[in-house]
Nanobody, 124 residues
Framework: QVQLVESGGGLVQPGGSLRLSCSGS????????VTWFRQAPGKEREGVSC????????YYADSMQGRFVISRDNAEKMVYLQMNSLRPEDTAIYYC?????????????????WGQGTQVTVSS
C-alpha cells in the first residue's frame, strides 16, 4: 500500500523557517520524482518544488526560488522542504505527491499518490 506522510508544519513568524518532511512507504521512492504542493483557503493547489529521482534535479515555482530548498534521502525514503524567509502568503496546507516516473512535475493533475498534508501558518 502506497503511503506518503507529511510532517513538520506549524505556526511560524514572518521571516522564520520550517522544514517539512515527506516519508514514503509501500513503494520504491527512489524511482520517482517527488513534488511539494500547497493549497491556501479558496485557492487552487499549486506546485511548490519538485526533485527528480534520476539525477536529483530540482525545480521551483518562481515565488519560492531562493527561499525554499528541496532535498531527498533515498536511503531513508524521505524528501524534505526547507522553507526560509517565510511570508504570510506562504500560509497553506502543504502536500507531497508522486507521479508515475522520475520526471519532475509541478502540475497537480500529474500527481498520483498524495499525503494528507501538513498545515503551515505564517503569522505574527
Amino acid at each position: 500500500q502506497v503511503q506518503l506522510v507529511e510532517s513538520g508544519g506549524g505556526l511560524v513568524q514572518p521571516g522564520g523557517s520550517l522544514r517539512l518532511s515527506c516519508s514514503g512507504s509501500g513503494f520504491t521512492l527512489d524511482y520517482y520524482a517527488v513534488t511539494w504542493f500547497r493549497q491556501a483557503p479558496g485557492k487552487e493547489r499549486e506546485g511548490v518544488s519538485c526533485i527528480s529521482s534520476i539525477d536529483g534535479s530540482t525545480y521551483y515555482a518562481d515565488s519560492m526560488q531562493g527561499r525554499f530548498v528541496i532535498s531527498r534521502d533515498n536511503a531513508e525514503k524521505m524528501v524534505y522542504l526547507q522553507m526560509n524567509s517565510l511570508r504570510p502568503e506562504d500560509t497553506a496546507i502543504y502536500y507531497c505527491a508522486v507521479g508515475t516516473s522520475f520526471h519532475c512535475f509541478l502540475d497537480a493533475a500529474r500527481g498520483v499518490y498524495w499525503g494528507q498534508g501538513t498545515q503551515v501558518t505564517v503569522s505574527s
